[in-house]
């Protein structure tokens, strides 16, 4: 096994799979086609990524939004993406396990990820640039 820095990308997506913007701001971080085309690039990398997704979202409010309508949605008003027959959330959950950090919880953060423990720490490389992976 290599260096897991090497396997960690961290990144901005600026738009996901149908062109929509991905801009989380309190203008759009509810509306039907931003929590869309969200949930259509978590299924999209959820197929890809080869281990795990970690996702972070402005507040709880806008988790829980995103949550319900992946729930409540299939993703493209035709009734399937691409053949696949059920919600968002089920597509996004095909290939991944979902741990979800509830809003309050008796447990500390960290004992949510304590299905998949995972502590590393990696070197700046560049000023400004890396440091935790």
């Known amino acids: 096994m290599g260096s897991t ?11 996901g799979p149908k062109g929509v913007v991905l801009n ?30 970690l ?29 696949f027959n059920g919600t968002l959330w089920d597509r996004i959950v095909r290939d ?3 741990v979800i950090e509830p809003r309050v919880s008796p447990r500390p953060l960290t004992s949510s990820f304590d299905v998949h423990p995972v502590c590393v720490s990696c070197p700046v490389v560049e000023p400004g640039v890396g440091g935790i992976c």
């Not at 820095?5 to 738009?15: E, F, L």
């Not at 259509?40 to 197929?47: G, I, T």
């Open 24 to 53: 989380s701001s309190y203008a759009t971080r509810t509306s039907p086609a931003y929590m869309e085309d969200l949930g259509l690039a978590l299924a999209n990398w959820a197929r890809i990524v080869p281990d795990g997704l």
């Open 5 to 15: 820095c090497a396997q960690v990308w961290v990144g901005v997506v600026p738009v």
């Open 96 to 98: 991944k396990q979902a």
């Open 55 to 83: 996702v972070f979202f402005a507040s709880y409010t806008v988790l829980e939004a995103c949550l319900r309508h992946w729930k409540a949605n299939s993703g493209d008003q035709r009734g399937g993406v691409l053949g």
